[in-house]
């Protein structure tokens, strides 16, 4: 079973960063696809960004260009480098692990992973 802890959420003004961090143990990280998920109130949970073993990413739509995520296999770390946020951007933010698949990637529906940190805040006003 993979355990996933997040942090480094919080509160900032539209046009700020924030960076999350998501520390993984009970797996060997190299050999889990890695993703971000995103639930704000009242809406469904939706998926933010995937990276594979090899390094290979893919983002929705609505955060491509402004998030960045990166991973220290050293430190069985994930990260979500998020800028110039928007208003729009405000819910919990979960990393998922899907550690079925070698390390590659099926998709990014959330049905498709195994794992699931507590998740952690971020708040942006306008």
């Known amino acids: 079973q993979v355990r996933l802890v997040e942090s480094g959420g919080g509160s900032v003004q539209a046009g700020g960063s924030l960076r999350l961090s998501c520390a993984a143990s009970?797996?060997?990280?190299?050999?889990?696809?890695m993703a971000w998920f995103r639930q704000a109130p009242g809406k469904e949970r939706e998926g933010v960004g995937l990276?594979?073993?090899?390094?290979?990413?893919n983002y929705a739509a609505s955060v491509k260009g402004r998030f960045t995520i990166s991973q220290d296999n050293a430190k069985n770390t994930l990260y979500l480098q998020m800028n110039s946020l928007k208003p729009e951007d405000t819910a919990m933010y979960y990393c998922?692990?899907?550690?079925?698949?070698?390390?590659?990637?099926?998709?990014?529906?959330?049905?498709?992973?195994?794992?699931w940190g507590q998740g952690t805040q971020v708040t942006v006003s306008p």
């Open positions: 998922a692990a899907d550690p079925r698949r070698g390390g590659y990637c099926y998709s990014l529906r959330p049905i498709e992973y195994t794992s």
């Open positions: 009970g797996y060997t990280y190299s050999r889990i696809c």
């Open positions: 990276v594979d073993r090899d390094g290979m990413t």
